[in-house]
């Protein structure tokens, strides 16, 4: 008699991990009660890791509904959960078409902050229905402000009304002092302080009389919801695990909403980079990772993962050479087992021009031995640095993406539709109801005002907007736009409102633009968002706070070739990698920036710029260094060519990590600069013009 065949064991989702990763993911399992830092290296599998934490979590009994994870964008929320999921999957050996357990509190932090505000409005005193300015909208509601307070009007230059909302933030999300700010970030509005002030108190009344939000709000009124004993105890004790990804980014904002949610630090799990900590501009405190062992009563338990798997040995070396030298760092060495028999590439070449031809050239030698466009990457500091080589791929018929543009929301059409959606979900919301107003054919500012006002002042602003007289030539498509309006404040019913007001709109759509029939594709795209989501309120909150990329009319002609260049600018490429990885002016000036060198800080974090470009490479890597560059200048010099330098942060002794390639590659081209000039000029030009007055 045969014995029956034991049960195939589900296979070990956690056998890949090495060993720092596993030490990560089972962290706290063994009753250590200590926060965690996962100082997660370039490549070094950061989100297998936090998946696998998460998952060995729920496997130890946690709860999802009680796991709070937090991200700085929805597509990677989303990452998250679908690797969790999968490792569950193989875990427990679900078949198929088994659904994993959901996470429904994984999410970035502006949208778990707007869910916990709404949550708990009626105890801090937000109305519930508050609805979310986007940033276009946000300075547009500071451009009146601006105005209503005489600034537009000054006999010197008041800031703009983009400069003003940047400042408003940057002291929001830093938590400095307005004056402080001024001096380290916008030394030239220095003098505006005391109107700066008075700007931002009537920021801040008319967003609350409005019932509206902004970006910095959903923080900002989450950190001191924080701030009372009862609502934090409540709310940490809604999540028994937190974890952060990316936590060098974050500002002093978001640390101190973490630090209040787990105090003692138990349940706290942070991912992050010190050595990649590049968005200062965007108040991110490099600080909060550096410091955070120390911020709770037992200082927090640190795992650094080294083994690198995206890059060759000598890229890393390269790159462990050039952040060895940042004064302050956790300590950790990349390391891997591919190794290369070629080094990167220090590049000399004469001047942006041969930069250009040099990596064209180099691409499509790269191209014809199997390396794909798609797999090369042209990055630099800054976009306009770009410019001569876009000029050279488009003469060579070289096809090329390059990453950034316009965002869907800051479409006329699209903010047009949105605008009538949160109107009616906030009739409070006079920048909505402005520009919704003026849709209507005969509407004019006059009258947007007039009704407006009318509006602000009545008990119910519904009423009021139904009581409305409007000019003669307007009555027809007032009228047909009130009872829409109407319908959509009354009777929500989602995703019906979405189609109720996109038909309304699509019929002003041809008064209003040339090119409808192109922004009706927009329009229809919007509609099918729509229908992902559950409510409208869920629909105007998630689609502002992480919009899709670009619009119709405004991305461009289709890309028809089956390859493409990518090119990107070095904040953009955070998160990426290619096989091959072109860095564009690797020079002083450029990196670091010379708008970039006031403070050690600043210089720090231009160093932290280039070793995140050097570690996007997988294969290749080649740093260009232009002996001339061009640089434009707002002056009465006017523009003017500067002799470079090869960058500081690759002083001789992180030169050796490199191969010198290009006709001055003898002594890093200052030796073959000398030994031309003493063999004399091409062109005597100074003889010549002497012998003019011989």
Known sequence: MTAPTPPTAPPDPFAPLNDAQREAAGHGLDGDPRALLVIAGAGSGKTLTLAARVARLVLAGG???????????????????????????????????SRPPAFPWAGTFHAIGARLLRMHAGRIGLPDTFTILDRPDSEDLMALARQELGLAATRNRFPLKGTCLSIYSRVVNSRAPLGEVLQQTFPWCQAWEAELKQLFQRYVQAKQAQHVLDYDDLLLYWSHMMSDPDLA??????FDQVLVDEYQDTNRLQAGILLALKPDGRGLTVVGDDAQ???????????????????????????????????????????????????????KRLWTDQTASSRPALVTVADESAQAQWVCDRVLEQREQGLTLKSQAVLFRASHHSAPLELELTRRHIPFVKFGGLKFL???????????????????????????????????????????????????????????????????????????????????????????????YGRQMDRLFEDATVR?????????????????????????????????????????????????????AKGQEW????????????????????????????????????????QQLSLVVPQRFHITQQSAHGDRHVYAALTRFIPPEVAQQFDWVGAQAADSGHEAAASATASGPAVDVASRIRSMWE
């Open 63 to 97: 709860d999802p509904q009680r796991i709070l994870m937090l991200t700085f964008s929805r597509r990677a929320a989303a990452e998250m959960e679908r690797r969790v999921g999968r490792v569950l999957h193989q875990a427990l050996g679900y078949g198929a078409t």
């Open 410 to 504: 800051e479409a006329a059409h699209v903010k047009d539709l949105l605008s009538v959606l949160r109107w009616a979900e906030n009739p409070r919301s006079r920048l909505a109801g402005f520009r919704v107003a003026q849709l209507v054919s005969g509407i004019g500012p006059a009258s947007a005002r007039r009704l407006l006002d009318a509006m602000d002042q009545a008990t119910e602003p519904t009423s009021a907007l139904q009581a409305f007289a409007p000019p003669a030539a307007a009555r027809e498509a007032w009228s047909a736009f009130r009872d829409v309006w109407t319908a959509l404040r009354r009777e929500p019913a989602w995703p019906r409102d979405l189609e109720t007001a996109a038909g309304w």
């Open 233 to 238: 105890r409540d709310i940490g004790a809604g």
């Open 579 to 618: 096989k091959a990885v072109y860095l564009l002016n690797a020079v002083d000036g450029c990196i670091p920036s010379d708008m970039a060198t006031g403070h050690a800080a600043e210089i720090e974090e231009e160093r932290r710029l280039l070793y995140v470009a050097m570690t996007r490479a997988k």
């Open 520 to 572: 009706l594709a927009d329009i229809a795209q919007l509609t099918r968002l729509g229908a992902g989501y559950t409510t409208r309120e869920r629909f105007l909150t998630e689609l502002t706070l992480d919009p899709p990329e670009a619009t119709s009319d405004e991305a461009g002609v289709p890309h028809r070739d089956e390859d493409y260049l990518i090119l990107s600018t070095i904040h953009s």
């Open 277 to 331: 900590a590049i968005y200062a501009f965007r108040a991110a405190d490099v600080r909060n990772i550096l410091d955070f062992p120390q911020q709770f009563p037992i200082p927090a338990r640190v795992v650094a993962l080294e083994r690198n798997y995206r890059s060759t040995q000598p890229i890393l070396d390269a790159s462990n050479a050039v952040i060895a030298l940042a004064p302050e760092r956790f300590a």
